[in-house]
C-alpha cells in the first residue's frame, strides 16, 4: 500500500477509533460541559484524552503493522532525550507567545489587566495544563507524526509539510471568530503547521513539537489572556487582554494565530530552530 493511501485510511480509522471511544465514554462524561468558543470541564478532559488515546494508539498500530517500520521512526519515543527536546520545545513556544505579546502591547493594540487571583482559579489553570498537553498530543501525532512522515516518504519534505499545514488550518476553521478573516486564518495557521513540521525536520523527534504546542497555547491563553484559535480555555487568566488593534495584526477575535503579530512570531521561531540546527543542538 501506497504512502499516501496508508495516510487516507489511517485519518479513517483515527477519526472512526476517536468517535467510538467518545462513545463508550460518554456515560462517565455527564453532561455536555464544552461549549461554543469556552473549553473547561470534566467532560473536556475526558473527550480530549479519548481523542489522544485514538490518535495515538491508531498511528502506533499502522507503524508497527501496515508501515513496517519502527515505532521510534515517528519520533514519539523514550528511547532519546526526550525530556531534554520536550524542554526545547516549551521554550520556543514561550519564546514566540512573548515577542506576539510584546508587539501587540508595544504598538497600543493590547492592553493587559490582572485579576484577582483566588484558589479556584489556581485550580483552573492545574486544570488546563492536562488539557493542553493531550490537546498538542492528540494533533501532533495525527499531523507531524503519521500523516508528515507518511506524506515526506512518498513526495519529498515540502510537498508534506506544506499539504499537512494546510490541513491543520483546515481542521481549525470551524473554531469561532475564524470566518472574521478566513485567509488570515488559513495563513495563520497553516504557518503555525509549517513551523511544527521544521520542528519534526530539523530535530528527528516529535517532542519539540509537542513542548512548542503546549507552550504556545498555554501561554497564550492562560497566562497572556488572548483567544486561543478562538476558545477561552479555562475560567481564569493570569492576565486578561483587551485588544484594539487592526485585526489584520491582532487576529481579532480568533486571536494572535490569524494576525501578522503572530507570523513574526513565527519567522523568528523558524530562525532560532535552524540556529539550533546548526549549532548541533538536535545532532545525538
Known sequence: MTPVLRCILYIVCWTTAAAALLALASPIMGPADRIYGYVQGWSTLVGIACECAAGVGVALIFRRFLDRQPLASLGFT???RWLRLFGIGILLGIGMQTLVLFLESALGYAHASFPRWSGAELGSLAYVIPV??????SEEMPVRGYLFQNLREAWGTWPALIATSLLFAALHIFNPGSHSDVLMTMIGVAAAGALLCLCVVVSGSLWVAVGCHFAWNLFEGPIFGFPVSGLSIGSAQLAAQSVSG????TGGSFGPEAGASSLIA???GAAVLLVL???GAFAA
Open 246 to 249: 487592526p485585526q489584520w495584526f
Open 266 to 268: 513565527l519567522a523568528a
Open 132 to 137: 493542553l498537553l493531550l490537546g498538542a498530543v
Open 78 to 80: 523514550f528511547r532519546v
Open 277 to 279: 540546527h546548526r549549532r
